[in-house]
């Protein structure tokens, strides 16, 4: 199964990541499906059936829903997204309205050559010049002004020419915290990620800067651009056209929110359950606004309860990652829905324990959950450490933008994880 990963930490720990609600759903209902008849897993897995189902929708306290068919069906909406929006309406005009924590690094608004930010065309039309490229004849391609001089001739017009370069040699290139970015020691820079290649060596993944030939000193045709629709191209003698605002000097490290949820069996999924989600997704937004590096994952971690040597067993499923567009829904389901806590995520922890190699340690019970923030922050680093992504390695190193906390019961419970998170995270350097 390639669409998870999993991880044997130090002692008695073991960790599973999934890149999203689909692919943990998906690993949960194979585990299900695909265990022994004489196991303990499928023991397990059969006394969440009909029976456990419709029992439980007796009570809509349980699963936020009498309705059973809403619990086996795929669970992709969460049932009361209405009331949420409700409620975090309320949360923003508390907290994030008022915030006073300033995240954002954008300032004074600036005018620059560069292509960011908004172009202005009454700045740019104060003057017009061509748009220029150079083609090698050599490498049968346009190549970068950066590499091209002129010369005057003896007649007084200008020769172009492709400046010499010297061959560079395939090498491993590290992603160096010192310069925040992929420094190649051979040529003393930091380079862009897109002029790298992802190779596997030896089962891990590493960056090569790739062979270049030498290039020798040779003439090139200077010629001017054209559009898609063979259009010559014109720029401005005003260089400053385009208006931006500049990002801070110094950004926050990426930050990793990991929300455990667990919840003990008299929580009510309506009423107190959808605060759990809250939180989280009022950070979300203050980040996803202040142009932060951030992603957000949920924890399901497990404590076996059969035997000696109780192992412990660590789900975490990305809801967020870095770029993503914020998808509200899907915290909701995993953070604060009755039918994905107390039907999906109950045979979560028995398929993680199966999966895990713990048949024997499954008990008449699902085990015992694990609310302790410094055990799920602690696994998640490891398992970081381990990964097979070099910015997942390097992202282990900032142990303190790794912020864990669990849902929250109740509307104040929301508003102080959030001004508490928040001002974690202006701490960060």
């Given at each position: 199964?390639?669409?998870?990963?999993?991880?044997?930490?130090?002692?008695?720990?073991?960790?599973?990541?999934?890149?999203?609600?689909?692919?943990?759903?998906?690993?949960?209902?194979?585990?299900?499906?695909?265990?022994?008849a004489?196991?303990?897993?499928?023991?397990?897995?059969?006394?969440?059936?009909?029976?456990?189902?419709?029992?439980?929708?007796?009570?809509?306290?349980?699963?936020?829903?009498?309705?059973?068919?809403?619990?086996?069906?795929?669970?992709?909406?969460?049932?009361?997204?209405?009331?949420?929006?409700?409620?975090?309406?309320?949360?923003?005009?508390?907290?994030?309205?008022?915030?006073?924590?300033?995240?954002?690094?954008?300032?004074?608004?600036?005018?620059?050559?560069?292509?960011?930010g908004?172009?202005?065309?009454?700045?740019?039309?104060?003057?017009?010049?061509?748009?220029?490229?150079?083609?090698?004849?050599?490498?049968?391609?346009?190549?970068?002004?950066?590499l091209?001089?002129?010369?005057?001739?003896?007649?007084?017009?200008?020769?172009?020419?492709?400046?010499?370069?010297?061959e560079?040699?395939?090498?491993?290139?590290?992603?160096?915290?010192?310069?925040?970015?992929?420094?190649?020691?051979?040529?003393?820079?930091?380079?862009?990620?897109?002029?790298?290649?992802?190779?596997?060596?030896?089962?891990?993944?590493?960056?090569?800067?790739?062979?270049?030939?030498?290039?020798?000193?040779?003439?090139?045709?200077?010629?001017?651009?054209?559009?898609?629709?063979?259009?010559?191209?014109?720029?401005?003698?005003?260089?400053?056209?385009?208006?931006?605002?500049?990002?801070?000097?110094?950004?926050?490290?990426?930050?990793?929110?990991?929300?455990?949820?667990?919840?003990?069996?008299?929580?009510?999924?309506?009423?107190?359950?959808?605060?759990?989600?809250?939180?989280?997704?009022?950070?979300?937004?203050?980040?996803?606004?202040?142009?932060?590096?951030y992603?957000?994952?949920?924890?399901?971690?497990?404590?076996?309860?059969?035997?000696?040597?109780?192992?412990?067993?660590?789900?975490?499923?990305?809801?967020?990652?870095?770029?993503?567009?914020?998808?509200?829904?899907?915290?909701?389901?995993?953070?604060?829905?009755?039918?994905q806590?107390?039907?999906?995520?109950?045979?979560?922890?028995v398929?993680?324990?199966?999966?895990?190699?713990?048949?024997?340690?499954?008990?008449?019970?699902?085990?015992s959950?694990?609310?302790?923030?410094d055990?799920?922050?602690?696994?998640?680093?490891?398992?970081?450490?381990?990964?097979?992504?070099?910015?997942?390695?390097?992202?282990?190193?900032?142990?303190?933008?790794?912020?864990?906390?669990?849902?929250?019961?109740?509307?104040?419970?929301?508003?102080?994880?959030?001004?508490?998170?928040?001002?974690?995270?202006?701490?960060?350097?």
């Amino acid at each position: 199964m390639e669409y998870y990963k999993k991880n044997k930490l130090s002692g008695n720990r073991t960790a599973f990541m999934f890149d999203s609600l689909t692919d943990y759903n998906r690993f949960v209902n194979e585990i299900s499906n695909a265990v022994p008849a004489n196991s303990r897993a499928k023991m397990k897995f059969d006394s969440f059936g009909g029976d456990y189902i419709t029992r439980t929708a007796r009570d809509e306290k349980k699963f936020g829903t009498t309705d059973a068919s809403l619990v086996t069906n795929n669970i992709d909406t969460y049932l009361f997204n209405n009331e949420l929006e409700s409620f975090l309406g309320s949360l923003r005009s508390r907290t994030v309205n008022l915030d006073i924590v300033d995240l954002d690094q954008q300032k004074t608004i600036k005018f620059t050559e560069q292509e960011l930010g908004i172009f202005s065309f009454d700045l740019a039309s104060l003057g017009l010049i061509p748009v220029v490229e150079f083609f090698s004849p050599v490498l049968n391609e346009i190549v970068s002004a950066d590499l091209i001089k002129s010369e005057k001739k003896s007649d007084g017009t200008l020769y172009f020419y492709h400046i010499y370069q010297q061959e560079i040699p395939k090498h491993i290139v590290n992603f160096n915290t010192n310069y925040n970015g992929y420094y190649s020691e051979v040529l003393k820079r930091v380079v862009p990620k897109d002029n790298l290649v992802e190779e596997d060596f030896n089962g891990n993944i590493v960056f090569y800067y790739p062979f270049k030939a030498e290039v020798q000193k040779h003439k090139v045709d200077r010629r001017q651009k054209v559009d898609e629709n063979g259009k010559l191209k014109w720029s401005t003698t005003f260089k400053k056209s385009f208006i931006y605002i500049p990002k801070v000097e110094k950004p926050l490290p990426r930050v990793d929110i990991i929300v455990g949820s667990s919840f003990d069996w008299g929580v009510d999924a309506k009423n107190q359950m959808i605060y759990s989600s809250m939180a989280a997704i009022s950070i979300a937004e203050k980040l996803s606004t202040s142009g932060v590096n951030y992603r957000i994952v949920v924890a399901y971690p497990v404590r076996t309860s059969r035997g000696a040597n109780p192992q412990e067993i660590y789900s975490f499923v990305t809801v967020k990652k870095e770029g993503e567009v914020l998808d509200k829904n899907k915290i909701a389901v995993l953070l604060s829905d009755g039918r994905q806590f107390r039907y999906q995520q109950f045979k979560g922890f028995v398929a993680s324990i199966y999966d895990a190699g713990y048949d024997a340690k499954i008990s008449d019970g699902i085990g015992s959950p694990i609310y302790d923030a410094d055990s799920i922050k602690n696994a998640y680093i490891d398992y970081l450490t381990v990964s097979d992504s070099p910015s997942d390695r390097e992202a282990a190193k900032k142990t303190e933008s790794k912020i864990v906390f669990s849902g929250a019961l109740s509307q104040q419970q929301a508003e102080d994880q959030y001004n508490d998170i928040i001002g974690q995270i202006s701490r960060l350097t």
